[in-house]
Every structure is written in C-alpha cells, then in structure tokens.
C-alpha cells in the first residue's frame, strides 16, 4: 500500500511541472485580445444629487465637479422606461445642475449617467422622488372655522379655526378679505395658529379662505384647496351689553366697575377703605347692574361718600360707517331726581350737559322704564355712546339710574 501511494504521488507531480511549462510557454499578452478595443474610460458622476417632489413634476439639483469633459446627462426613470437628455456647459470650477422635469403623479426611481464627447459614459447614480397630481390634490380638505366676529371698537375680525390632519401636508391658511381703505388684503398664517386676526376690516364685506398644503418636507410647490367664500363674521359693536354685567372691579360685595366700559373721574364715586374709586355697578339681589348713584352718606360704608355726580359718563367708543344705527336699553330703574341722559357723539369722549346740543349726533332724557336712541352718521368715524349723568345727593337724599335689562345696538336698513 505504501509504494502504490508514492507513485501515485509522484504522477501528480509530474503532471503538474507539464503543466506549468505548458503555460509558461504562451504568449505574456494574451490577456490582451480580450479589450481589444481599449481599456475601459468612465467619465465623472455627477455629484449631491436631490430629487425634489412638485406638482405633477419633479426639480433635481445636483454638481458636477470633477471631470471637465461631460457634455452631457442622461436621466431614466421608471426602470429606464422614459428617459430625458440635456447638454451641459462645463466650467473651469463647480457647475450645478437644475432641472425641473414633468412627470407623472407617484413615486419614480432615477438612474443619472453623465457622458463625455467620446461616448464614454459614468457609472450610474440611483436617486427616489416623488411627484404629486391630482390624486393627491382631491383628497384635500379645508380647515374648518367655528367662530367668526367683527368688532367694530378696533375694527377687527377675529376667526378660530378648528382643527386639522397635519400628516397631509397642511402647512398655511390664506384669507381674502377688504380693509377699511377699500384695499384687498391676503393674509397669510401658519396652520399652528389657532386664531387669525384680520386687521381694519371693512364691515358688511365678506372674506373667503383657503388652505394651503406642501406635501413634504423636500417639496417645491404648494397646493391649494377651494375658497370657502361670502363668509360675513358676526358684527359686534359694543361689549358687556347684557344683564348682568361682567364686572372688572368690585369694592367689597356692593359697589363696582364694570368690564369693557369707561368711566370717568366724576362717575366713580364710591371710595373704598382701600382710598381707590369705584362705579358703575352695584349688586342688587347678587346680580350686577350698571349704575350711577349719588347721595343717602349716612348709609355709605365708609361716610360720607357716593359724592354728587356732576357730567359722570359711562360710555363706550366704536367705529362705525357711514349708515344709521339704533341703541336701546330695554329695561332700566330711575329715581327722580336727577337727570340722566342717552347719548351718541363723533369721537372718544361724550360731551358735557351744556354742550349736548352742539357736539352729539343724538341724545335724550332718560325716563320711564327703557330707552331708545337713534342717529345717523354722514362718514366712517369713531363714535362714542352712553349715559351722561348729573345727579345730586345729600346725607339723606339721593338720585340714581339702574340697568337691570339688556342693550341692543343696531344697523339700521
């Protein structure tokens, strides 16, 4: 067994040595008949390419850096279905490429080959985008408002919106609407912001809105819904208009200031044990009414005190346009002395008693148990309406005025 094993052994070497003299033997460049036609030459890639999404397209930016001899780029999509060509322009340093390319809606694989003016080619560059159409677009929707108001004491429109789907892209609301000057306004916010405030609204104008989407974040183009249109916000012209009264200020449990109204010097006429002025309101079975009281100090806690109100005003200052309007107060307690009157006048102020005639748009004596006041303005101005007191009072006599119902103020046709 042993000597059948050398033998064997030394058959395999013996073949081996033919073998290796027989190699040796051929040609050192024989390797070369396989690139017979030359050694293969790739041009320069292109470079930082970025596929951006868009509407029923796509926009591609990219470098091209290192090889100044590429005159032109190649782009396939769609396993190299449809294609595109353009000639490129190279420098002496760093060129960019970008190109906005129609496509349809979806997503697109893309294959970049750069070539030179000998045909040699680059090794191919890989990139996804994606495009958006109408597909896209139809599944859109509005971002709902549930309220909208005008107010005319700072001639602003006030709108909140309602929630949305921030996975679809909904990226800004726009709203259309008129100022004060006759000018159209598009107002712009982010979807984040909860309320939009549209400054100098002309009232009895309607807005319209839309929403405005970017489908990702690597997206050139902005789609936009529908307009919601002929949109009239709800016309406010005064504030704490309506029994009971909000107040801003108490003095204890009895004497007040009430909210959103102005009171001058002479109607606050309630010192507190705090030395600070107080009225407009007091509270009469726990429900605060608007006021204006003088007189009866040995009840006054501290005495003296509810001073005699001479020109006390109470009032509020809007804005309003050319039109004719109606206040009312529907109901209401007077004592008898006193006189208490309704006024609407141009401007921030009410005038005093002895100037009534002369500088107010309208005003009457307050008596009886309502009252109604109506006037006309002849241009856009601020207005200012309210109660315009004079109201004596001693240590055991008094006057007063009571609002125990609700106010109206009024467009009039």
């Known amino acids: 067994m042993k000597t059948q094993l050398i033998k064997i052994i030394g058959k395999s070497m013996l073949l081996g040595v033919a073998l290796l003299h027989l190699f040796s033997c051929s040609k050192s460049d024989d390797y070369k008949k396989y690139l017979k036609d030359g050694e293969i030459s790739y041009t320069g890639k292109i470079d930082s390419i970025q596929v951006y999404s868009g509407k029923e397209r796509v926009y591609i930016t990219g470098l091209f850096m290192a090889d100044p001899k590429i005159e032109r780029l190649k782009v396939y999509w769609d396993n190299r279905q449809d294609s595109a060509e353009l000639t490129i322009n190279r420098t002496s340093g760093v060129d960019t490429l970008k190109l906005s390319l129609p496509i349809r809606e979806g997503v697109h694989n893309f294959e970049f080959i750069t070539f030179d003016g000998q045909g040699n080619k680059s090794l191919s560059v890989f990139k996804t985008g994606i495009s958006y159409g109408e597909r896209y677009a139809s599944g859109l929707l509005n971002r709902p408002y549930y309220t909208t108001g005008y107010f005319a004491g700072d001639q602003n429109t ?74 009239l916000p709800k016309e406010i012209y005064l504030k704490n208009m309506n029994f009971p009264f ?168």
Not at 320 to 333: M, N, S, V
Not at 369 to 393: C, H, K, Q, R, Y
Not at 400 to 411: C, D, H, L, S
Request: proline share 5%.
């Open 246 to 413: 909000q107040t801003s200020a108490m003095a204890g449990s009895r004497w007040g200031t009430p909210a959103d109204w102005q009171l001058n010097d002479a109607a606050k006429n309630f010192k507190h044990t705090d030395n600070k002025f107080y009225g407009g309101i007091e509270i009469r079975s726990n429900q605060a009414c608007l006021s204006l009281e003088a007189g009866w100090w040995q009840w006054a806690t501290p005495s003296p005190n509810l001073a005699p109100i001479v020109n006390g005003k109470m009032y509020q200052t809007t804005n309003l346009q050319p039109g004719k309007y109606r206040f009312t107060i529907t109901k209401l307690d007077k004592g008898a002395a006193g006189t208490v009157h309704l006024v609407a006048a141009k401007g921030t102020q009410l005038p005093d008693q002895a100037n009534l005639a002369a500088a107010s748009l309208a005003y009457k004596v307050i008596s009886g148990t309502d009252a109604v006041l109506e006037f006309n303005l002849s241009e856009a101005s601020a207005v200012t309406i309210g109660l315009l007191g004079n109201m004596p009072g001693t240590a055991s006599d008094g006057s007063y005025i009571k609002i125990t119902g609700n106010m109206t103020f009024e467009v009039l046709p």
């Open 158 to 231: 006030t709108i909140a919106w309602g929630g949305i789907d921030l996975t679809s892209g909904a990226t800004f609301t726009e709203v259309e609407y008129t100022n004060t000057a006759g000018k159209l306004v598009i107002q712009r916010d982010s979807i984040h912001i909860g309320e939009s405030i549209l400054k100098n609204y002309l009232p009895g104008k309607p807005y319209r809105y839309r929403t405005l989407f970017i489908p990702d974040t690597l997206s050139v183009d902005t789609f936009y819904t529908n307009y919601v249109t002929q949109i």
